[in-house]
């Protein structure tokens, strides 16, 4: 039998063949490709007896490049040498019976089947494994949103922007859209892996004020794979759900409780992941096992740091990251029990959009100072539309831009957490949206040191173990304590009030950028 495109694959090691699906992976695209050094690390978190069992059954349900598949593949047509000696039939074997796909397109469709069968049309004569269907075990179909008072039932998406005409692509994955996935190939699967799409855009608010928003649906891969109960699941998806994320709370509070989550790996910057990739608040991938419970295996690697600790993913109320971090906050809380977060205005303090810029002028009717991101202005109380008590008070303005792009350390390692506009409003001093408010005082000296407080590593240091991207919330300010603000704090003095040792200090130095 002439030499296949298998053979060659494990002939030598030593042979350095550009992979076109790491060169893939490196370009920027609206979807985040993933290097099949990525996949292999995830499979190796698997028991590796799964690769030298003929009847383990795989599924990647948002094929892509197909890499998922490819790199399994690989380890079958090793692990399954011995049972089965003759190459094709093993191929044959592996490529009918034990991997299947779901492509999120049909040019992803092409190119997975490509990757996997080499040959975009598995029953043709190029096709390593030859398939009565043009698609193989890798199967795509057009699927339509199913629009319910204007939105998807399954995902959300908006009529007004995904009720597309024929011939364009709906992006309504055929895995999250129906009730019953199970139906799909009609079988159970041991192991589900993938990497699937994060986030659909979508219009929210009225004919008013209509805005677009990334909403998250990865989470639903995640939920709609653990309704098939496979042995394994094992997803690479955004970490914001870790302490945010566009209506993931619900999600965030299953995974937190999900006793089967037995690892779990995160990148704080994303591009130690995906290299050409920017991806808010870093990404992470997973291991569920599902005869298993217990603490989590938790690996954060962030630049050249790897740490890993098993712990409990419930312990705080949002997931925390940094595992250096964990004894401070530990440490925090067992000295108090009221927090900055209580006095945390909501994302829309005066409901004053962030466009409203004001008038130029001060007059009889615009008597407000109203603060905005292109600088000051002026408007009437009739502008405020809700939380009118902050008004004639002395509060504290915080930007809801609050940390560096895509929430990524600098050069330095270190993070730049809340910025230097954050100051005191004054009585008679509103602002738009593009901000929050701390405390409602009716002395400027206490507002005063709140501010300063908020200027302070350890302040700020706190702030990061609860934001997951850029936005700043009232969950960011879950693990400040309150304290007397009658009285101006020092970092010295919170290190020494809650019994840091120096390697912990070090460890908050090390992190936090100063403050302008």
């Given at each position: 039998?002439?030499?296949?495109?298998?053979?060659?694959?494990?002939?030598?090691?030593?042979?350095?063949?550009?992979?076109?699906?790491?060169?893939?992976?490196?370009?920027?695209?609206?979807?985040?490709?993933?290097?099949?050094?990525?996949?292999?690390?995830?499979?190796?978190?698997?028991?590796?007896?799964?690769?030298?069992?003929?009847?383990?059954?795989?599924?990647?349900?948002?094929?892509?490049?197909?890499?998922?598949?490819?790199?399994?593949?690989?380890?079958l047509l090793v692990g399954l040498k011995d049972k089965t000696p003759d190459l094709q039939q093993r191929i044959d074997h592996i490529f009918h019976k034990q991997l299947f796909g779901i492509a999120i397109t049909e040019l992803t469709s092409l190119l997975s089947r490509r990757s996997l069968y080499c040959s975009k049309y598995p029953n043709g004569e190029y096709s390593v494994s030859r398939f009565d269907s043009p698609e193989g075990n890798i199967r795509y179909r057009r699927i339509k949103h199913t629009w319910v008072n204007e939105k998807c039932k399954f995902c959300g998406a908006s009529k007004e922007q995904w009720d597309r005409g024929e011939g364009k692509e709906t992006h309504a994955y055929e895995f999250i859209h129906t009730f019953e996935p199970e139906k799909i190939f009609n079988m159970k699967f041991d192991v589900i892996i993938s990497n699937p799409p994060y986030q659909l855009d979508t219009v929210v608010g009225d004919t008013t004020n209509v805005s677009k928003q990334a909403k998250p649906i990865y989470n639903l891969f995640v939920q709609q794979a653990k309704k098939l109960n496979p042995r394994y699941l094992s997803m690479i998806i955004p970490s914001r759900w870790f302490a945010g994320g566009l209506g993931l709370d619900s999600f965030r509070q299953e995974m937190m409780e999900d006793k089967h989550i037995t690892n779990l790996i995160d990148f704080t910057n994303a591009k130690d992941c995906f290299p050409q990739n920017s991806?808010?608040?870093?990404?992470?991938?997973?291991?569920?096992?599902?005869?298993?419970?217990?603490?989590?295996?938790?690996?954060?690697?962030?630049?050249?740091?790897?740490?890993?600790?098993?712990?409990?993913?419930?312990?705080?109320?949002?997931?925390?990251?940094?595992?250096?971090?964990?004894?401070?906050?530990?440490?925090?809380?067992?000295?108090?029990?009221?927090?900055?977060?209580?006095?945390?205005?909501?994302?829309?303090?005066?409901?004053?959009?962030?466009?409203?810029?004001?008038?130029?002028?001060?007059?009889?009717?615009?008597?407000?100072?109203?603060?905005?991101?292109?600088?000051?202005?002026?408007?009437?109380?009739?502008?405020?539309?809700?939380?009118?008590?902050?008004?004639?008070?002395?509060?504290?303005?915080?930007?809801?831009?609050?940390?560096?792009?895509?929430?990524?350390?600098?050069?330095?390692?270190?993070?730049?957490?809340?910025?230097?506009?954050?100051?005191?409003?004054?009585?008679?001093?509103?602002?738009?949206?593009?901000?929050?408010?701390?405390?409602?005082?009716?002395?400027?000296?206490?507002?005063?040191?709140?501010?300063?407080?908020?200027?302070?590593?350890?302040?700020?240091?706190?702030?990061?173990?609860?934001?997951?991207?850029?936005?700043?919330?009232?969950?960011?300010?879950?693990?400040?304590?309150?304290?007397d603000f009658s009285k101006p704090w020092t970092d010295e003095e919170l290190y020494k009030k809650y019994d840091l040792t120096q390697e912990e200090i070090d460890f908050i130095e090390s992190m936090i950028k100063p403050m302008e």
């Open positions: 039998m002439a030499e296949t495109f298998f053979d060659k694959i494990y002939k030598s090691k030593t042979m350095h063949t550009p992979d076109v699906l790491s060169c893939l992976a490196n370009l920027s695209n609206d979807e985040v490709f993933t290097p099949p050094d990525v996949v292999n690390k995830m499979l190796d978190l698997l028991p590796q007896e799964l690769f030298k069992d003929p009847n383990t059954t795989f599924l990647d349900p948002a094929c892509k490049t197909g890499v998922f598949l490819r790199e399994i593949a690989k380890r991806v808010s608040g870093g990404v992470c991938y997973f291991l569920w096992e599902r005869e298993q419970t217990g603490l989590c295996s938790f690996t954060n690697i962030s630049g050249n740091k790897v740490t890993t600790e098993n712990r409990s993913l419930s312990e705080f109320p949002v997931v925390v990251r940094y595992n250096a971090a964990v004894d401070i906050i530990r440490k925090v809380r067992a000295t108090t029990n009221e927090y900055l977060k209580e006095i945390v205005s909501p994302i829309s303090p005066f409901a004053i959009p962030t466009k409203v810029t004001g008038a130029a002028q001060k007059n009889n009717v615009n008597i407000l100072t109203l603060y905005t991101s292109k600088g000051i202005g002026y408007c009437p109380t009739t502008e405020v539309k809700s939380n009118s008590q902050y008004i004639p008070m002395y509060k504290i303005m915080v930007s809801q831009i609050g940390a560096e792009h895509a929430g990524e350390p600098g050069k330095d390692g270190k993070f730049r957490v809340l910025t230097s506009s954050m100051r005191v409003l004054l009585p008679n001093e509103v602002c738009t949206n593009s901000y929050v408010l701390i405390g409602k005082f009716d002395n400027k000296q206490i507002a005063d040191n709140l501010l300063e407080y908020l200027r302070l590593k350890f302040v700020r240091f706190l702030v990061l173990q609860a934001v997951s991207s850029i936005h700043i919330s009232k969950t960011s300010f879950t693990f400040v304590p309150m304290q």
